[in-house]
């Protein structure tokens, strides 16, 4: 008594890989390019900025360049800075922080 192997073509296989594949489902990026929006809109328009430092320190000015590490900020009158943005807790708009220090009127 014969067997006979029965085995499925390689084209059948490969096909069905194929459409496997395509399936699944992309994981979404993790890079928005928000940061990179952010940064560009405020070198364009030359934003005065205040950068607080890890240590608590402040320093003032207006952003020239960044890249995925630094930041170049250019200080009015002072040497211009070369950040780490890991050292780096937080940065605002100085307009921003003079538009909320007024007092606000009151109505009579």
Not at 22 to 35: G, L
């Amino acid at each position: 008594m014969n067997r006979k192997l029965i085995r499925p073509s390689l084209t059948d296989y490969k096909e069905q890989r194929s459409k496997d594949s395509a399936k699944k489902k992309q994981h979404p990026s993790y890079d928005t390019h928000a940061e990179n929006y952010y940064y560009l809109k405020q070198m364009n328009k030359k934003t005065p900025m205040a950068l607080v430092l890890t240590e608590g320190e402040t320093v003032e000015g207006y952003i020239e360049w960044y890249d995925k590490n630094c930041i170049k900020l250019n200080r009015n009158q002072k040497p211009n800075l070369l950040l780490y943005k890991r050292s780096i807790k937080y940065m605002y708009k100085l307009e921003d922080k003079k538009k909320e220090s007024k007092p606000a009127k009151k109505k009579k």
